[in-house]
């Protein structure tokens, strides 16, 4: 189900119309899809969903690469946090680091 449910979500990017969308109001819309993108891009077992996680993750670059290395240097400064965070307190990795 939840495979379903990435995949078709994932396929609303073949929309022009949405994809249109999203572009103008990309400075709200990638912040908040950014983790799971790369979550996805990163480890998603299934290749259909990699596949077009790839994909999304082109098409945001392509729309504004700045935004882009933004988000992305944010996301590596939350994982730096959370591997610190579990040297230091092992039980940390139930916490959410929220440095926005």
Known sequence: MILQVAERSLFLWNNE???TLV???RQVILPVVFNALE???RSHWNPAVHGLTSNVKKVFQDMDLNLWR???AHYQQEE???SVL???LPDAKF???NMR
Do not use: D, F, G, R
């Open 80 to 82: 730096v946090c959370k």
């Open 70 to 72: 933004e988000c992305e």
């Open 86 to 88: 579990s040297l230091v």
């Open 17 to 19: 119309y949405i994809v």
């Open 23 to 25: 572009a103008q109001h």
């Open 39 to 41: 979550s996805n891009a």
């Open 95 to 97: 916490m959410h680091v």
